[in-house]
Antibody, heavy 118, light 110 residues
Framework: QVQLVESGGGLVEPGGSLRLSCVAS????????MYWIRQAPGKGLEWISY????????NHADSVKGRFTTSRDNAKNSLYLQMNSLRGEDTAVYYC???????????WGQGTLVTVSS | SALTQPPSASGSPGQSVTISCTGT?????????VSWYQQHPGKAPKLMIY???KRPSGVPDRFSGSKSGNTASLTVSGLQAEDEADYYC???????????FGGGTKLTVL
C-alpha cells in the first residue's frame, strides 16, 4: 500500500532554514508527480509546489518562490523541500502527496509541523 | 484565487447534504479536474472525489460529486456521525499552474 512519511519539521527562528523529507513506498515513485501542500494552524490548504517524475518540471507558489526549492531523489524514493529565509507566516503542517490526477493529491503523508518563531 | 465554499453545513443522520464550490472559467469551469477532500481534526486530508465525480477505491458511494458551469458540488447522502469533518474542494487551474483549493466547509452531523 502507498505510504508517505514526512520528516524534518521543527522550530526554527525567522530567517532560518529547514529541509523537509518525504519517503515514499508502495508505488513506482519515479512515475509520479509529487506535491507539497501546507496548512497553517486553523486554516485551509495551500499549494506549495509540484515536481514531475523526472524532475524536469517544477513550480512553486508565489508565496514561497525564490525561498523554497523542491527536489527528489528517485533512487531513494524521496521528495525534499528546502526552505530558506523562513517567516512566521510559513508556520504550518507540511504534507507531501502523490498525484492521483491533474492537480489532485491522491495519497497524503501524515504531515510535519514547521514552526517559525523567535 | 481560492475557490469559494460555505464555511459550514449541517444535517441530521440519514439526511443528505450538499456543499458547493464556486470558481471561475479558469479553474472549475474550464476543466473536469475537480476534487474533494475530507479532513478529520488532527488528521491528513483524504481524497473522496476526483475528476468531478469519480470515487477512489474504498470511498462509500454515499459520497458523490457533480459540476455545473463554474460551480462544483459534493453531496453526502445517508449522513453518518463519522462524516462530521472539514471538506475542501480543489481544482486544476491550467498547465504549468499549481492547483487551487477552496477555503473549506465544516460539516456538522446534528
Amino acid at each position: 500500500q502507498v505510504q508517505l512519511v514526512e520528516s524534518g519539521g521543527g522550530l526554527v527562528e525567522p530567517g532560518g532554514s529547514l529541509r523537509l523529507s518525504c519517503v515514499a513506498s508502495g508505488f513506482t515513485f519515479s512515475d509520479y508527480y509529487m506535491y507539497w501542500i501546507r496548512q497553517a494552524p486553523g486554516k485551509g490548504l495551500e499549494w506549495i509546489s509540484y515536481i514531475s517524475g523526472n524532475s524536469d518540471a517544477t513550480n512553486h507558489a508565489d508565496s514561497v518562490k525564490g525561498r523554497f526549492t523542491t527536489s527528489r531523489d528517485n533512487a531513494k524514493n524521496s521528495l525534499y523541500l528546502q526552505m530558506n529565509s523562513l517567516r512566521g507566516e510559513d508556520t504550518a503542517v507540511y504534507y507531501c502527496a502523490k498525484r492521483q490526477s491533474a492537480a489532485t493529491p491522491g495519497y497524503w503523508g501524515q504531515g510535519t509541523l514547521v514552526t517559525v518563531s523567535s | 484565487s481560492a475557490l469559494t465554499q460555505p464555511p459550514s453545513a449541517s444535517g441530521s443522520p440519514g439526511q443528505s447534504v450538499t456543499i458547493s464550490c464556486t470558481g471561475t472559467s479558469s479553474d472549475v469551469g474550464g476543466y473536469n479536474y475537480v476534487s474533494w477532500y475530507q479532513q478529520h481534526p488532527g488528521k491528513a486530508p483524504k481524497l473522496m472525489i476526483y475528476e468531478v465525480n469519480k470515487r477512489p477505491s474504498g470511498v462509500p458511494d454515499r459520497f458523490s460529486g457533480s459540476k455545473s458551469g463554474n460551480t462544483a458540488s459534493l453531496t453526502v447522502s445517508g449522513l453518518q456521525a463519522e462524516d462530521e469533518a472539514d471538506y475542501y474542494c480543489g481544482s486544476f487551474a491550467g498547465h504549468n499552474n499549481l492547483g487551487v483549493f477552496g477555503g473549506g466547509t465544516k460539516l456538522t452531523v446534528l
